[in-house]
T-cell receptor, first 114, second 111 residues
Framework: AQSVSQHNHHVILSEAASLELGCNYS??????LFWYVQYPGQHLQLLLK??????LVKGIKGFEAEFIKSKFSFNLRKPSVQWSDTAEYFC????????????FGTGTRLKVLA | NAGVTQTPKFRILKIGQSMTLQCAQD?????MYWYRQDPGMGLKLIYY???????DKGEVPNGYNVSRSTTEDFPLRLELAAPSQTSVYFC??????????FGPGTRLTVL
């Protein structure tokens, strides 16, 4: 079955620390990859997405992610986090089976200490 | 554009009651989705629709029903509410870019 795994459930960092959140998926075909962020009390918003081309994609607020096809991974990174990055982060995969269904990971709750 | 709107924002139901969660989008998106979000579980797809008159089950459809009579609206129906349906429900839609736009959510408690 298709699945998406996020290995870190809770992450606590100090401001200015670097961030890397892991995301792996189970399918070997063509995929569309996404990272969404959910700030406290708000709905999900898109951080960045990958469809094809350069495997290093840049998103909003200084976030980037790298698609490594051989590892079925799409890890999210930020060189220096801020207190305002405190949120929950979700990796999502659209498996191109023609059904337009998305599978979300379980999320990583990030807390940044000021 | 208002984007994706959901009503109500909060609701408390008694076991066995029924209700409809409303979702509307004004972006002329063909694809619409209903998810539930439970702590530590991420988002689980309940139902989705690829256009008016076409719906399909997601990962967790039991206890729910949907309809899609127009492009804009995608209501979710709970017929016999159970405590296991206590959750936050998000509606989403996407267009050509495959980026999903989410509504603000409905927090449902079943007692």
């Amino acid at each position: 079955a298709q699945s998406v795994s996020q290995h870190n459930h809770h992450v606590i960092l100090s401001e200015a620390a670097s961030l890397e959140l892991g995301c792996n998926y189970s399918y070997g075909g063509t995929v569309n990859l996404f990272w969404y962020v959910q700030y406290p009390g708000q709905h999900l918003q898109l951080l960045l997405k990958y469809f094809s081309g350069d495997p290093l994609v840049k998103g909003i607020k200084g976030f980037e992610a790298e698609f490594i096809k051989s590892k079925f991974s799409f890890n999210l990174r930020k060189p220096s986090v801020q207190w305002s990055d405190t949120a929950e982060y979700f990796c999502a995969v659209m498996f191109n089976s023609g059904t337009y269904k998305y599978i979300f990971g379980t999320g990583t709750r990030l807390k940044v200490l000021a | 554009n208002a984007g994706v709107t959901q009503t109500p924002k909060f609701r408390i139901l008694k076991i066995g009651q029924s209700m409809t969660l409303q979702c509307a989008q004004d972006m002329n998106h063909n694809y619409m989705y209903w998810y539930r979000q439970d702590p530590g579980m991420g988002l689980k797809l309940i139902y989705y629709s690829v256009g008016a008159g076409i719906t399909d089950k997601g990962e967790v459809p039991n206890g729910y029903n949907v309809s899609r009579s127009t492009t804009e609206d995608f209501p979710l129906r709970l017929e016999l509410a159970a405590p296991s349906q206590t959750s936050v429900y998000f509606c989403a839609s996407n267009g050509l870019s495959n980026e999903q736009f989410f509504g603000p959510g409905t927090r449902l408690t079943v007692l």
